[in-house]
């Protein structure tokens, strides 16, 4: 009867089983993009090798050395994976006449055994990142009672001034601004806003502000590897 199938309906959900089978759809759904994500990423890398395949097809041997081992390295900079491999492989192909791409592949020497995170990575770890900033400047110095409250306070509080009230040289602005550039995709920025902090919130930006300027140097060097690739196939490169 109607009464019974009520009965059951509300003895499932007051034994949590219906929450527990939303939590595991929704859990399959956040697996479910993971995987589209990254068939997305492998997809499109994929193409780019294969683009410069095409490429290569008509160039001198040199040229095409140069133009595959450049993809091979832009391919990788696009994930956080380490590179050494691969800007080995680079630095062999250049030629002591191609100073730019010489300067590429020492621009990037001090990050090929660690990587660079990307650019998603960097959005996702900015908002704890901006809490630590903004609660290492309410920090209070000394081990008295007062300061311990105050830094525990400060510690658990998340909330920070965002809106047109908040000072152009304060803190809360300068996260405000790289917060905003972050968003639009501007890694510098985001960099240029928070190199201006000082004391303990210039040490708790720190680590992700150096990822950042890293990923700036990365992207600039993706940006040059391709216009050099396409220049080789020019009648000038051949």
Do not use: C, Y
């Not at 995170?117 to 770890?125: I, N, W």
């Amino acid at each position: 009867s109607l009464d019974e199938l009520q009965m059951r309906i509300a003895r499932l959900e007051n034994s949590g089983t219906v929450s527990d089978l939303e939590a595991d759809v929704e859990k399959i759904g956040v697996e479910s993009d993971r995987i589209s994500a990254s068939v997305e990423d492998i997809t499109s890398r994929i193409h780019g090798l294969e683009q410069a395949g095409e490429m290569a097809v008509g160039a001198s041997a040199e040229a095409r050395g140069t133009i595959l081992a450049a993809e091979r390295l832009r391919e990788v900079l696009r994930t956080a994976a380490p590179f050494s491999d691969e800007l080995g492989a680079f630095r062999d192909v250049v030629s002591a006449d191609q100073a730019d791409l010489a300067k590429v592949a020492d621009d990037l020497a001090p990050f090929a055994t660690s990587g660079i995170p990307p650019l998603a990575t960097l959005r996702e770890r900015f908002g704890a990142v901006a809490r630590t900033i903004v609660a290492s400047d309410l920090r209070m110095e000394g081990d008295g009672w007062m300061a311990t409250l105050v830094n525990r306070i400060s510690s658990l509080v998340s909330v920070r001034r965002t809106g047109t009230d908040v000072g152009e040289n304060s803190v809360d602005g300068a996260v405000a601004r790289a917060e905003r550039a972050v968003g639009e995709g501007d890694l510098m920025g985001a960099v240029t806003a928070l190199q201006a902090l000082e004391g303990a919130a210039a040490e708790a930006a720190a680590p992700w502000l150096a990822d950042a300027r890293a990923r700036t140097i990365a992207e600039g060097a993706m940006v040059v590897l391709h216009v050099n690739a396409v220049s080789l196939m020019s009648p000038v490169g051949k």
